[in-house]
């Protein structure tokens, strides 16, 4: 298996991961091993293809890194916290520190645009801003994300209005708006079309570069991986099997996270 390397020109001292897993299992109570031994490294600025089938455990592992699965074995540090020793309210700076992307979205349709990238700073927005509404400061920063993602002049607007393209820029300017040091996008170009796809995980690329952030991307099309991403990592029943820059990866890799299961495995389409 290829190792994954930071991406990048070799200059200055050499960056060190803002995720670091070693050896990571995930089991639950009376169940099957769900993670098997996972490594995984996230360096600053780039952005991560994460790859398999479905049930490859590429939705567990998004889970053990905010504390949503249970770490059985091996180490996670995600963001400068040690998941396996975490003290009081840790947890909770975790997960503040980590902008989530999802495949439906997950806006309250009935609220306008602004408001639902609003909700991205109510981790410190204070008992009296909770109450009285947002900032100034904070509705500001909301206006500038709308316009970075394309779609300012939608602000007023319900986000249930606006087409599923559209929602997942929403999603993206909220995830910002908590001014994260991680992204973890879960199958977000699921429910897009595949001109919609590309503009989403362009915009993705983008932000993991220009702001040095992170961005771990799971992803059912090889063909957008492999267009779309720094690097590979690639599951197979709990296991990582694959992790190389994209530019090595080659169809032996491909097969082999796939193992001919099903038409999103076909090494054909890369």
């Known amino acids: 298996m290829a190792t994954g390397t930071p991406v990048g020109p070799a200059v200055g001292p050499p960056r060190l991961p803002l995720v670091s897993v070693r050896d990571l299992s995930v089991a639950y109570d009376d169940g099957p091993v769900v993670l098997d031994g996972v490594d995984l490294d996230l360096f600053p600025g780039e952005m991560v293809a994460l790859l398999g089938s479905s049930g490859s455990g590429k939705s567990t592992l998004m889970k053990s890194l905010t504390g ?51 909700t991205g700073a109510l981790h410190d927005a204070g008992p009296v801003n909770l109450v009285g509404g947002f900032s100034g400061v904070h509705r500001r920063r909301a206006m500038e994300l709308l316009d970075r993602v394309g779609i300012a002049h939608k602000a007023t607007a319900q986000a249930r209005t606006l087409s599923g393209g559209q929602q997942q820029r929403v999603a993206i300017a909220r995830a910002l708006m908590q001014r994260p040091k991680l992204i973890l996008a879960d199958e977000p170009v699921a429910s897009l079309d595949p001109r919609m796809s590309h503009d989403v ?64 495995g076909d090494v054909d389409a890369a």
């Open 201 to 264: 995980l362009d915009l993705l690329h983008e932000i993991a570069r220009e702001d040095g952030i992170p961005v771990l991307v799971s992803l059912h099309v090889m063909t957008l991986a492999l267009e779309h991403s720094d690097r590979i990592e690639g599951m197979r029943h709990g296991r990582m099997v694959v992790s190389a820059p994209t530019a090595r990866v080659d169809t032996t890799d491909l097969a082999a996270i796939y193992d001919d299961e099903g038409a999103d």
């Open 68 to 118: 949503f699965a249970p770490i059985t074995g091996g180490s996670a540090r995600v963001v400068g916290y040690d998941l396996t020793n975490l003290r009081r309210g840790q947890l909770r700076d975790v997960r503040a520190s980590v902008g989530q992307v999802f495949q439906q979205f997950n806006l309250v349709g009935r609220l306008s645009v602004l408001t639902n990238v609003l």
